[in-house]
T-cell receptor, first 112, second 119 residues
Framework: DAKTTQPPSMDCAEGRAANLPCNHS???????VYWYRQIHSQGPQYIIH???NNETNEMASLIITEDRKSSTLILPHATLRDTAVYYC?????????????FGKGTRLSVIA | GAVVSQHPSRVICKSGTSVKIECRSL??????MFWYRQFPKKSLMLMAT?????????EQGVEKDKFLINHASLTLSTLTVTSAHPEDSSFYIC???????????????FGSGTRLTVV
């Protein structure tokens, strides 16, 4: 079962920052937070992941609260191509071969 | 780098026939691959874990005799839907994880998916 809770849908104006929240109140100390997105009829795409520190890459920023019970994915300047379902996943460790378990995700619609 | 190729991207088959879906890791070796199924407007559901050189591990409720998985090499896993029926129509996606240390990819790489329609 997925261990995360996300809003089912969100809208964002093109060019504005999209802030996608995720609750993971039962996260364990050795579990990482991963974010993936799925554009319609494609396979999921890795975005970013973190343990406890905030992380940034060319796609997004990940803000994790100090108690690690929630996080926010930030797309700094959303474009129409960012319209997708965004999945927040918690997973033990940063290696190994246990599968990703997907929750329901957040359907982000970027509006022109 | 770290590309997973899935083929075919879409297939239509008649009820009662079998369909094979291939998942290849193009630039890395994968001892383990994962197969997911996704129904319209639903999330991905893990079906099975494919292990190179050994039997696949199926999730509860997934019929192993219906969804045959073969992982004969370190770069190829196949999913065969046997005696397909309309209720098997779905989007099937495979995934693999590149070895630790691959730059910019600490996550899993997914194939582009196969849309199966059984008529």
């Amino acid at each position: 079962d997925a261990k995360t809770t996300q809003p089912p849908s969100m809208d964002c104006a093109e060019g504005r920052a999209a802030n996608l929240p995720c609750n993971h109140s039962t996260i364990s100390g050795n579990e990482y937070v991963y974010w993936y997105r799925q554009i319609h009829s494609q396979g999921p795409q890795y975005i970013i992941h973190g343990l406890k520190n905030n992380e940034t890459n060319e796609m997004a920023s990940l803000i994790i609260t100090e108690d690690r019970k929630s996080s926010t994915l930030i797309l700094p300047h959303a474009t129409l191509r960012d319209t997708a379902v965004y999945y927040c996943i918690v997973r033990v460790g940063n290696s190994g071969n246990t599968p990703l378990v997907f929750g329901k995700g957040t359907r982000l619609s970027v509006i022109a | 780098g770290a590309v997973v190729s899935q083929h075919p991207s879409r297939v239509i088959c008649k009820s009662g026939t079998s369909v094979k879906i291939e998942c290849r890791s193009l630039d890395f070796q994968a001892t383990t691959m994962f197969w997911y199924r996704q129904f319209p407007k639903k999330s991905l559901m893990l079906m099975a874990t494919s292990n190179e050189g050994s039997k696949a591990t199926y999730e509860q409720g997934v019929e192993k005799d219906k969804f045959l998985i073969n992982h004969a090499s370190l770069t190829l896993s196949t999913l065969t839907v046997t005696s397909a029926h309309p209720e098997d129509s779905s989007f099937y996606i495979c995934s693999a994880r590149p070895p630790s240390g691959r730059a910019n990819n600490y996550g899993y790489t997914f194939g582009s998916g196969t849309r199966l329609t059984v008529v």
